[in-house]
Structures are given as structure tokens and as C-alpha cells.
């Protein structure tokens, strides 16, 4: 009796198993009870690209084809901050990977927007077709690194996002930004990502 | 004859001199006129002279008049250039996005040119339309011709590889792509197998002594490939020159003052009258003083036009006609020597 019990109960888990891999459409993953458990990483993996799939409108992929367009500096690498017994006990220097994945991916998606706005007359708010990159490719030349620095021309000194402005409302023919509006945070997160790895000069001419 | 004003000075008599000399000259007779040869860089002992305007850029005067009046004030000062030169060559690029109000602009601004006009396809005057209004304006875009002894060539130099038709792009977005200097989707420029061919054969009859200048958009070296300061089969076209001993390649595209020998071709780019490029950030060939960085508050600064003085032997000097700036001379002997002598002199500050 008692092994027929377990038979039967073994049989409908089995049962249920099958019957829940269907309804959730995984016929791929179909374990047998005793398996060593699949990579949890990979099995969301596969049911995110299947979503994907299906629905391809929702997908985000303007930071992809932005980046297909303009190369684009990576942030800094931050995996020496996993390593060793760093933080163990101290939660503040407890990072884990999904941490570093997100600070990149969040920077990226700033940087990569400012790509966006630094080629587009239309997102500069420009009247006269004139986009950033006409002078500055790849942010060429724009030399973030030198600011804060006296500008005889406007009288003051001035702070990159001030330069900034000031293309936007002579050569760009647009309006000034204001300083948190979230194309100018955007420009300022791309010109400084270019610049990646010069020292810093304020006030070099 | 053209009768100069009567001034006193040195170059005014030295130009009547030669301009007596060569019209008594008879060919084949005994009497060789005598060239006077000044001191280098100076136009007297040119054997002529002709313009040059390039990459204006133009959008529609609505939209955006700046660089129609910049392309004016070239116009004007080729027109007042004294001596007049023979021609004017427009080294490509005349319309921003290819559109037609943008090429028939230029066009009628070009036609204020005293002197003939000789011009050159840009990638911005061709991947709109791939040509097509363009070449109904100004005709083939890959031709040569003869002048005082010297073979030109014009090629389209900008020929990309498809990258359009599988990404399903409408001719806009395809120009719009090529339009920006720095977008990875673009294909590098290239002359192509069919135009090398064609300048084999045109330069077949030339012997290697033969002064020889080729036109052309994109440098014909390889200087930064993120930008399309590129010729991708730049080393098939320089085999094809590499027999000349005066050939001279005459480039557009860089918007900025670059210097260039590779073997006995000597390379010069050509200002803008739109905008200046910034150096790029590697692959700018030694011989290249760079001008120093452009005034950003001046809207002329680091633009130009100028003149190009071929001598008698066929080697050339350029002149840099910089809107707020001193005029620079890349001569002939500079580049001969290798950049030992005739340097240009160089700027007091950095180009950044």
C-alpha cells in the first residue's frame, strides 16, 4: 500500500510537473525528479528572449542602434569591487554583480541619451539644423576637462555646461538649457564619457 | 594682354616682364622665354593659377543662411583674386543633405564665378538622390582634362558599400546617415575597381614626367577611418600614381589644412567654407603643421578658400586663404624637401 502510495503521488507530481511546464509553454525544461537544477540565470535568460520575441514593440533597443550609430566610451570597470572579503559585514561595501550591472547599465543609458541629443538638432531645440557633432564629432574638441575657466567672450567664468549653452544658443540657434533639464544632464554625461581618462586642467586655454 | 596697374614695385614689373616674354615666345623658335624665378612661394614664377572653394554645405536659405553667405563671400573672393585665376575647382560637398533647393542654391551662386568652373562630387551631394540631381546640374562626376600641360583628373572618391537596403532605409535616413561625420553605420569611402580601371586607361598615355593632379573628396590615404578621412582602396589608387614623379592629389572632406607625401605623391586637403573639422585624434601625418584650434565664437574662423599656383615644372604650391587669419602657403618645396625647408610657420597655440 505504501508503495503504491508513493508510486501514484511520484506519478501525479510528475503529473504536475508536465502539466505546469506546458502551461507555461517551457517544453524545453523538462526535468526528470532527481536532476541537478538548471542555471536560474539561464532559464530567465531564455524566457526573457522569448518575450522578446513576442513583442517586439516593448523592446527598448534605442540605446543598441545608438550605439550601432557613435562609439561610445564604456564606464570604468568596477569588478575589483567583488573581489576578496571587501565588505564582508560593512553593508555599504557589500556590492554583488547585479549592483555593477546596474551602475553601467544606468550611466550607459544617460551617456548613450546624450549621444542622442548631441547628434540631433530636433532634441537641442535647435531652428537651424545644426546639431553638435557638425563641429564635434565623437565630441571631439569639446575638452570638458579644461572647465571651470574665465571666458573673455561672455565676461564670466564658465562651467562646461555654461559653453555648452552657449553653442546651443548661437551656432545651434536654440534655448539655453536649464541646468537640470535632462538634455543638458544628458550632454554633460556624454562630453564627460568621451573625455574618459584625461587628466583633469581647469582653467587650461 | 592684360595690362597691369602701373605700380612701381617689384612684383608688378616682374609680372609685365613674363607677360612680355611669353608672348613673343614662338613655339618650337630658338628663343626660350626666360622664366623669372622669385623667391619661393611667390606667384610670379607660377605657371598659372587656379581657385579653389570646397564643402559649403548648404541648406536651404530658410532654414539656415549662414553658410549660403559664407559661400558668397568665396565666390567674391575668387572673384577679385588679381591675377585672375585660369579656373575654379569646388572640391564636393556643395549641398548639406543632396536636396535639390540645396544643389540648385549652390549652383546659382557658382554661376556668379567669373572664371570656369570645374567641380567635384561630395558624399553630401550624393546619397539623397545617389546622384541624380547632381549630375543633371554639373555632369559626370569622374572626368579629366588637359590644362597648360598639366593632366587633371576628377574622381568620385566617396563610393560606399550598401549599407542601407537591408537596414531598410528611406533615402533620407540613408543621407542622413552619411551626413554625420562620426556615424559607425556608414561604409568607408572607396574609388572602386570600375574607376580604378577607368584612371589606368586615362593615364596610360601620360610617360611618368607627365605633371599629373587628381581631385578627389576623400583624402586617397588612410588617415582616420571614424571619420571617412579614409580611402579604404587607398593603396590600389596610389599604385596607380606611384610611376609619376609629379602627381599631386587634391583633396576635400577634412575641412582643414593637411599636408601629406607619400612617396612622390604630394597629398593637400582643402579648407571649408562652412565649418572646421578638429584634428583627428590619430593618423594626422607628420608633414601637417595643424592650424591651431578655431575660435568658436568667430563663425569664420578655421574657414577659408584659396589658390593653388602650379609651376612650370608641374609641382604645386596651395595657398590657404583663412577668413581670420593670415594666409598659409604649403609650397612645393616643402613638401620636395621632406619638411626641411619652406615650413609653414606654426602656430603659437595647440590645435587641441
New interface residues.
Partial sequence: MHRDLKKTLAALGAACVAAAAVLLGCSQDSRAPGDAPKDPRAIADAHLAQWKAKNPDRVDRWVDEEK????IQPPADNSALLQGGQGKGHPYGNYSELDLLKWARETEKLVVDGSRVF?SAERLGGT???SC??????A??T?PETYPKFQN?MGRVALLRDMIN??IEH?VRGKALAADDERMRALEAYILAQRKGVPMNYGKH | MRAAPDRSDRRAFLKRASAAAAATAVPGALFTPVRIALGAGEAGGAAFRFAYISDSHL?GRD??D?FARALLRAVDDVNALDPKPDFVFYGGDLA?LGQEHELDLGARILERLKAPLRIMVGEHDWYLDMGARWQKLFGKPTYSFDHKGVHFVVLNSVIEADFWTRRGMTPMERML?VA??????QSPFTVGAPQREWLQKDLEPLSDEAPLVVFSHSPLYKLYK??NFWTDDAEEVQAILKRFRKATVIHGHTHQLLTHRIGNIHFHGLLSTA????Y??QGVPELTIQMS?PD??N?NDGCGDGEVCVHADGRLDTIYNLWNRNPITVSRRYLDSGGAEDAPPKPNRAS?
Fill in positions: 550601432e550609430r557613435h562609439a547628434h537651424v539644423g545644426v557633432d557638425m563641429c564635434h564629432p565623437d571631439a574638441n575638452h567672450q552657449w553653442c551656432p | 541648406y532654414l539656415n549662414r548639406q546617415t554625420g561625420l562620426d556615424n559607425g553605420v571614424n571619420w565649418w572646421p573639422w578638429p583627428a585624434p584650434r568658436p565664437f563663425s587641441y
